[in-house]
């Protein structure tokens, strides 16, 4: 226990500010070796007086349709076991987004959720918030890979990285991808493996509400996660114009799919997220664009409006039904 705590005492501390500051010099020496970069900082300011404003109050608007799609997603998955409101559902996710921000890879995503739950369907519901998670690495992961083949020739004489690397990544993103397609598509393979585990009837009745999961409903949640996938792609084409950063649809589409493919893999923490991202989105769209300067603005753009905003919502919730509970206690 003392190990784990020192452990992450040293990457709160120590670990996470050192690479913090390693990735935001990093952006700041991409950005400083920038040509032209009056130039760039000059067309930014200018787009904020052009009809270009329009475009961060529509990727505001889609950030709204962004977390309410997610939300739909968890409102069909949880209705095996308990039905809830499209309302309620969204306060759950936007609660479990300012969980997450404090937890290595977003994983404390599911205790905020849970908590919409009644009890005795808290623990149930874990299994099925990390199906809906799956569905969303498989597309992420999907197009990723797809974006990678595309980019390929671009990345290699670039040297972003070698032949063999490009390769490796390739060959193994399709590993991964192909086994979290069968577990899946297989969840009733994984619940009779439970079932013929020792002492298994103490934890079986966690992941018996997967039996509810049909073809149907997987193909459904897959085609949710894809909606937004597509908007995330809307928000980066959106504030790249808006922050003059001169590239096409589908330059921006299958860019970012590489850079979602990234951050999936890489671990990540909250102090270095942001930087993470800027880090990976100017190496990728290096390819494109020496605007690193605009680049750098719409990853902390969309970093703010879709993280850091719903985070802010989620908490103020949290604080509302803490009070609601105290109140009933009494």
């Known amino acids: 226990m003392k190990l784990n705590k020192n452990t992450k005492l040293f990457i709160n501390y120590f670990l996470g500010p050192l690479l913090f500051a390693w990735l935001a010099w ?27 404003v329009w475009n961060l109050v529509a990727v505001i608007l889609l950030m709204i349709v962004n977390w309410s799609v997610e939300a739909i997603k968890w409102k069909i998955s949880v209705k095996p076991i308990q039905q809830v409101s499209f309302l309620k559902a969204l306060r759950a996710v936007l609660s479990g987004v300012s969980f997450s921000v404090s937890t290595p890879n977003r994983v404390g995503e599911y205790l905020g959720r849970v908590l919409y739950m009644d ?16 569905s969303q690495l498989i597309i992420t992961l999907l197009m990723g890979c797809i974006g990678l083949i595309i980019l390929r020739p671009g990345i290699e004489s670039n040297q972003v990285l070698s032949p063999i690397w490009m390769k490796v990544i390739i060959y193994g993103t399709i590993a991964v991808l192909s086994g979290l397609l ?16 020792p002492g298994s009837n103490r934890f079986a009745y966690l992941i018996r509400a997967l039996e509810d999961f049909d073809t149907g409903l997987l193909f459904k949640l897959l085609l949710l996660s894809a909606m937004r996938f597509v908007v995330f792609i809307v928000q980066y084409y959106l504030l790249f114009h808006l922050f003059a950063v001169d590239v ?16 999936a893999v890489i671990p990540t923490i909250a102090i270095v997220e942001l930087v993470q991202r800027g880090k990976v989105m100017t190496t990728i769209m290096a390819l494109y664009t020496t605007n690193n300067l605009g680049v750098g603005f719409t990853t902390a753009g969309i970093w ?14 949290l604080l509302v039904m803490r009070k609601i509970y105290s109140k009933k206690e009494e």
Do not use: C
Request: without cysteine; charged residues 15%.
């Open 248 to 263: 096409s649809w589908s330059q921006v589409f299958w860019a970012v799919s590489v850079s979602f493919l990234v951050m």
């Open 304 to 317: 703010l409006i879709n993280l850091i905003i719903p985070a802010i919502i989620g908490s103020l919730l």
């Open 26 to 52: 990093s952006i700041y020496h991409q950005i400083k070796k920038q040509p032209d970069l009056e130039t760039a900082w000059r067309g930014i300011k200018e787009s904020f007086s052009t009809p270009l």
């Open 182 to 197: 069968l577990f899946y598509f297989r969840l009733a393979w994984i619940i009779k493996w439970v079932d013929k585990l």
């Open 119 to 134: 009890e005795g369907n808290r623990l149930k519901t874990i299994s099925i918030t990390i199906v809906g998670s799956i």
